[in-house]
């Protein structure tokens, strides 16, 4: 059972413009909410992540906003750029009681056209 | 910055083998985390190891074993290989208390 639902699978964007990745959870216990990307062969790379108790976090052209009601979490890419090409996946953990187990959504495949 | 380092980076072997993959976590990183990633598949978790104690358990087949040691590197021990076993095994280091996890570049394992 998946424990992190992500969509879409995959996802064209023009350069420049706005990238959005979606998740949802289901278990009230996850206490934190990482995104990675990850390039063909490579390792996932922390992207940004944030804590239910923030609404929104921003680290440069990356935001993740947080509806800590609706249980669900997004990733925006602002002006995206073709080296922004990536698969990108969320994740959470409950790190009370997992330890920091990452619990990963599916993945998203970002393609940004020139 | 340095970085988890993984060995090998690419492991072909046949089945019924055995395999050992390495893992050397960040500097002052304590904990360990092993995953693995079936080709366009999100990293399935493993094992994960703090203080050379095994802290937690996911999927991991009986086949499998893991150890830290006292540096702190770790090694994932795997036997009587199946076809299925093909995958990306990556590890990951943080410092206990803190929730970021930093992945290795992975091991692609190939098993024929």
């Known amino acids: 059972q998946q424990q992190v639902k992500q969509s879409p699978q995959s996802l064209i964007v023009q350069k420049g413009g706005i990238s959005i990745i979606n998740c949802a959870y289901e278990?009230?216990?996850?206490?934190?909410f990482p995104w990675y990307q990850q390039f063909p062969g490579k390792g996932p790379a922390l992207l940004i992540a944030?804590?239910?108790?923030?609404s929104e976090k921003k680290e440069g052209r990356f935001t993740i906003s947080f509806n800590k009601s609706a249980k669900q979490f997004s990733l925006h890419i602002m002006d995206s750029q073709p080296g922004d090409s990536a698969t990108y996946f969320c994740?959470?953990?409950?790190?009370?009681?997992?330890?920091?187990?990452?619990?990963f959504g599916r993945g998203t495949q970002l393609t940004v056209w020139p | 910055a340095a970085g988890v380092i993984q060995s090998p980076r690419h492991l072909i072997k046949e089945k019924r083998e055995t395999a050992t993959l390495k893992c050397y976590p960040i500097p002052r990183h304590d904990t360990v985390y092993w995953y693995q990633q079936g080709p366009g598949q999100d990293p399935q978790f493993l094992i994960s190891?703090?203080?050379?104690?095994?802290?937690d358990k996911g999927s991991i087949p009986d086949r499998f074993s893991a150890q830290q040691f006292s540096d702190y590197h770790s090694e994932l021990n795997m036997s009587s290989l199946e076809l299925g076993d093909s995958a990306l095994y990556f590890c990951a280091s943080s410092v206990q208390g803190a929730p970021e996890q930093y992945f290795g570049p992975g091991t692609r394992l190939t098993v024929t």
């Open positions: 190891f703090y203080e050379k104690m095994q802290s």
């Open positions: 944030i804590r239910p108790d923030v």
């Open positions: 278990n009230t216990a996850f206490d934190y």
């Open positions: 994740a959470a953990t409950d790190r009370g009681s997992t330890l920091g187990r990452l619990y």
